[in-house]
């Protein structure tokens, strides 16, 4: 089987979106009215889309914030499997 390395989605913002506009997680953050440190955060992988931000993604960019918000998913999702791989494991429960 083959191992997924988690791709945050900050990282596909920054290198599909602002990179080639050449544009900064500032410039960003104050054309879409989010205090800068929140689209530094996402772009360094340190914090989550919200949907708020998704939407707001989805306006600047024409993505759609669906999208946006299934890249944080998959990203969490292979972190959490990762992360508890090894655990002990929890029995099924069955309804009556």
Known sequence: ??????????????????????????????HIDVPANRITRIVKGETAITA??????????GVSAKVWLGLQAQ???????????????IKPLLAA
Do not use: C, W
């Not at 089987?1 to 500032?26: C, Q, Y």
């Not at 708020?52 to 960019?61: I, K, M, P, S, Y």
């Open 1 to 30: 089987m083959r191992k997924h390395t988690p791709i945050h989605p900050g990282e596909t913002l920054n290198e599909d979106f602002l990179k080639p506009l050449k544009m900064s997680a500032r410039a960003l953050a104050a």
């Open 52 to 61: 708020d931000t998704a939407v707001r993604l989805e306006q600047a960019f």
């Open 75 to 89: 990203y969490e999702l292979i972190k959490t499997l990762a992360a508890t791989k090894g655990r002990k494991k």
